[in-house]
């Protein structure tokens, strides 16, 4: 976003003049964002002088309703456009902002890439009345305010700009101003970067219409997609900007504050009213760790997706202790639309999105092997149907422990023996890590029986045969 400015700003001589117009106001910036300024305050004798100025040289309504804290943010932002700009990655603002990236960002984060759009095309006034808007209806939204002390630094005539070396140098290094450049390339990205038409998460195989939402995590652009499922198949609806945890992803112990990569599915949903206010809007718990990671010996409990605190808007990109974090607005439409046990998440380095009939083709190829143990298992034939199962296959339901080995197998053909079974309401979720993972949700109904049960079942490729190594009887 910082780059889109700095380009407007070589364009327009009356821009370019006061591209360091605030530079005395550095230091009080950078203090105020090291203490998550959004909606920090100070008594600083230095920071309200300077803050007076920038509202006396606007000389507009848009900087006569900036408080001081916002005049303070204006330097940090003149000086993070000037100063950091050369090293931000090039953004196409078309591209960036198209009405079709617009219209799948939330509501605050489309108005902030409007701004830079308009800002971009060399419309500095219109601009800054979007911005102005902006923070008055997300005043915790730190880089929209950054963005908004921006555009009112254009206003400040060339008179009064400062120059302030050591200033520009502190805030080059201040960690608080680096985050939000990276959240702001990040947004970006996201929008600009978008998933083609008639594609899918890659490990979205099948999904049952059980199953009315599907969330994806593409760690690389701290984002969030949220899939709708129906009879024409999964659509993407909305994605939004979230953090993870502050070590980065592939969690593996207890406390590496890392997001764990993988597929999972909501437990829960806790309510606001039980949690701290750190966790904002509420909570949804995700099954990590899954029977695969267990198998891996990864560590840890507590990974929810959650919002932030009612100061902060958003947060960093590298933020949280492992947990998916989203701005409280988002979160809220997210839990209009998650379903305890049906909905799955998948967290990824990178997404990889496939057309839909790649996705139905990989599908039925592995249809076929749960079709050989379905048959194996109907015919009686317990020396066939051990073939499809890891000497450590483990088994869990809601009324027993783990049950362990091939004790199971005795129980599975004395159940389903001579019996003609359907198996309905089928989702395959496909994870590649290293080795090659199946997670295959179906309910079973035998005939004569007016209810079955559903199962979830994790399948492990070997060679190229699938095995068994968990299964999960969930009612």
Avoid at 406 to 423: C, I, M, N, P, T
Wanted: aromatic share 8%.
């Amino acid at each position: 976003m910082a780059d889109i400015v700095r380009r407007s700003r070589l364009r327009n001589p009356a821009l370019r003049r006061g591209a360091n117009m605030l530079a005395a106001l550095m230091a009080a910036s950078a203090l105020l964002l090291a203490t998550h300024g959004a909606a920090a305050s100070t008594k600083s004798a230095n920071a309200k002088t300077s803050g007076a100025k920038a509202k006396a040289s606007a000389g507009r309504p848009a900087a006569r309703e900036a408080k001081t804290r916002t005049a303070k943010k204006a330097s940090a932002a003149d000086a993070r456009t000037a100063a950091a700009a050369k090293g931000a990655p090039r953004s196409k603002t078309a591209a960036a902002s198209s009405p079709a990236a617009l219209q799948q960002a939330s509501s605050a984060e489309a108005r902030l890439i409007a701004v830079y759009e308009l800002f971009g095309r060399g419309q500095p006034r219109p601009a800054l009345a979007k911005a102005r808007d902006l923070v008055r209806d997300y005043p915790n939204f730190q880089l929209a305010q950054l963005v908004y002390a921006d555009l009112l630094a254009t206003q400040v005539p060339p008179a009064h700009a400062f120059s302030d070396a050591t200033g520009i140098a502190r805030l080059r290094s201040d960690p608080a101003m680096a985050d939000l450049r990276e959240e702001s390339r990040r947004r970006l990205q996201a929008l600009r970067d978008r998933p083609p038409a008639g594609t899918v998460p890659s490990q979205f195989l099948a999904l049952s219409t059980r199953s009315r939402y599907a969330i994806a995590v593409d760690a690389s652009r701290s984002r969030l997609y949220l899939l709708e499922n129906s009879d024409k198949g999964l659509q993407l609806v909305a994605d939004y900007y979230v953090s993870v945890g502050k070590s980065g992803i592939g969690k593996a112990t207890e406390g590496d504050a890392r997001t764990p990569l993988g597929v999972y599915y909501v437990t829960s949903s806790l309510d606001p009213k039980s949690l701290r206010d750190f966790y904002g809007a509420g909570a949804l718990p995700i099954n990590y760790p899954n029977p695969y990671d267990v198998r891996r010996g990864k560590t840890g409990s507590g990974i929810w997706l959650h919002g932030t605190p009612p100061q902060q808007f958003s947060r960093a990109p590298l933020a949280s202790d492992g947990c998916v974090v989203m701005a409280n607005p988002d979160l809220k439409q997210l839990l209009r639309k998650v379903q305890i046990g049906a909905t799955p998440v998948v967290t990824a380095p990178s997404l990889q999105w496939i057309p839909r009939p790649q996705a139905e083709k990989e599908a039925q190829t592995f249809t076929s092997a749960i079709s050989a143990w379905k048959d194996a298992r109907a015919n009686g034939n317990e020396a066939q149907l051990k073939k499809f199962y890891l000497p450590d296959f483990q088994r869990n339901s809601s009324n027993k422990k783990n049950t362990d080995g091939f004790s199971v197998l005795h129980d599975e053909v004395e159940y389903a023996q001579g019996k003609r079974v359907q198996f309905k309401d089928m989702s395959f979720l496909h994870w590649r890590d290293g080795d090659d993972t199946m997670v295959a949700t179906f309910g079973e109904v035998f005939e004569g029986e007016k209810s079955g049960r559903t199962r979830r079942q994790y399948w492990l490729r070997q060679g190229s045969e699938w095995k068994l190594f968990h299964e999960e009887i969930l009612g």
